[in-house]
């Protein structure tokens, strides 16, 4: 059944298919799908990543974006916020020179954005663990609404067969965010890329969580940061600006998708 679905990240699915019970489209759909977004410019990413001074391949992306972005959705795929997230943390590794590093991810869906944060780790000879969480479940058999449905249902570990030595710097963990932070005994964040719930509410507990971890020059990023679709992100972002604590950068993909960059910039932390 599919009755339960319509918010796949409202947390109130079944696990067994959240997304369908078989492939929603042919492979030439997907494919239309994936050129038509590689037909797309987005010279403002090519240009911060220049000023970043690191790019990802992007062979490497787009197989990437194939099995794990390209899907049948009303809004314009976009994939470029891997790009951009694989960038900023190359900066932040070669700036801070640290090893070690915890990473935390909210909101893992088929994976792109933390298989990116691995690669990141991976070209910078940096040990680092990334935790991703995810309501979805990692080793559960379903249709992701991809291109891999193809081949028959697949877990997400499946789904991302491809990129083994990334994975090997990922932890899985499934749950709603709320109980999985509860139980997550973290002391330091370095990192953290927060895309689960978009409500203002959920956003604010995310970092609340994350900030009491940073120390001066620490990273979160907040993806879709747009008024129109999550009024409630955007809010939290507000709040967060006005705090104080971290200074808050708006970087605009294109017209309807953004992400916030947000650099601590007051020195202590507690736990």
Same mark, same amino acid.
């Not at 900066?91 to 991810?105: D, G, V």
């Not at 964040?189 to 927060?194: K, S």
């Not at 990273?219 to 679709?229: G, K, M, N, S």
């Given at each position: 059944m599919i009755s339960r679905v319509k918010k796949v990240y409202g947390y109130y699915f079944p696990n067994k298919n959240p997304f369908s019970n078989a492939p929603y489209a042919s492979e030439e759909e997907y494919m239309k799908i994936?050129?038509?977004?590689?037909?797309k410019k987005y010279e403002k990413v090519?240009?911060?990543?220049?000023? #970043?001074?690191?790019?990802?391949d992007e062979t490497y992306l787009n197989n990437l974006?194939?099995?794990?972005?390209? &899907?049948?959705?009303?809004?314009?795929?976009?994939?470029?916020?891997?790009?951009?997230? !694989?960038?900023? #943390?190359?900066?932040?590794?070669?700036?801070?020179? !640290?090893?070690?590093?915890?990473?935390?991810?909210?909101?893992t869906a088929r994976g792109i954005s933390s298989i990116c944060m691995s690669k990141a780790l991976t070209h910078s000879k940096v040990n680092g663990k990334i935790y991703s969480i995810d309501y979805l479940p990692h080793n559960h058999a379903m249709y992701w609404n991809s291109i891999s449905d193809h081949g028959g249902k697949l877990s997400r570990n499946d789904?991302?067969?491809n990129w083994e030595q990334e994975k090997n710097n990922i932890?899985? #963990?499934?749950?709603?965010?709320?109980?999985i932070l509860k139980k997550l005994d973290l002391e330091r964040?370095?990192?953290?890329? #927060?895309?689960?719930?978009?409500?203002?509410?959920d956003v604010l507990h995310e970092f609340n969580y994350v900030k009491k971890r940073q120390i001066n020059g620490d990273?979160?990023?907040?993806?879709? &940061?747009?008024?129109?679709?999550f009024p409630g992100v955007v809010e939290a972002?507000?709040?967060?600006?006005?705090?104080?604590? !971290?200074?808050?950068?708006?970087? !605009?993909?294109?017209?309807?998708?953004?992400?916030?960059?947000?650099t601590k910039i007051i020195e202590k932390y507690e736990l």
């Open positions: 994936f050129n038509e977004a590689l037909s090519r240009e911060k990543c220049i000023d #970043l001074g690191f790019t990802i974006a194939l099995s794990t972005q390209v &899907v049948i959705k009303k809004s314009e795929i976009n994939f470029q916020h891997g790009k951009l997230i !694989y960038s900023i #943390l190359r900066n932040y590794l070669e700036t801070k020179k !640290y090893q070690n590093l915890i990473i935390l991810e909210t909101g789904l991302l067969k932890i899985f #963990l499934e749950g709603k965010t709320k109980k964040i370095n990192f953290a890329f #927060l895309d689960a719930a978009h409500t203002k509410k990273l979160i990023i907040f993806d879709d &940061v747009t008024e129109t679709a972002l507000n709040i967060i600006k006005q705090q104080g604590e !971290y200074e808050i950068e708006v970087f !605009y993909i294109s017209k309807n998708r953004s992400i916030g960059i947000a």
